[in-house]
């Protein structure tokens, strides 16, 4: 079924100037860059966004991160596309990221692992919704 899932190109991506080498691979899998605009998260939007994680200890330092430098905000289209994606990215620690995968050609920590992808429909519908209107992504 095409679906439609939300993604980040982190700080650390931006910073190092790979975000065309990161769309590369998200091409190359088969999903549509049809939502794409590069923005300063405010600390507001970054809290929200990682509400589910507050508790942690890793919490404080990902907003900061996350809010440091410009990130690449993007809707992506295909088949499938939440499943897809996150196989894309690779697992949250590049340490264990399969090889060819977003995170284990590009990330730099679990941390700084450049790339934040939707882990369920309804999320990534509610995370489009944050940052994206229908306007936006032209049919
Ligand atoms: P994912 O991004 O793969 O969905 P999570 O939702 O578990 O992973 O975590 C959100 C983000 O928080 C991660 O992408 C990463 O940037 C950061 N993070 C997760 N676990 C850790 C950790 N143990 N130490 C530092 N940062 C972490
Ligand atoms: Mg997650």
Known sequence: MTER???I???DATRRNITGKINAVIEGAGL???GQRRIRLTEAQAKTFYEVHKERPFYGELVSQMTAEPVVVQVLEGDNAV???REVMGATNPEQAAEGTIRKLFALSIGENSVHGSDSLDNAKLEIAQFFTDA???G
């Open 32 to 34: 549509r860059i049809v």
């Open 5 to 7: 899932t939300f993604s």
């Open 136 to 138: 936006d992504i032209p």
């Open 9 to 11: 190109l982190k700080p």
């Open 83 to 85: 499943a897809k994606y």
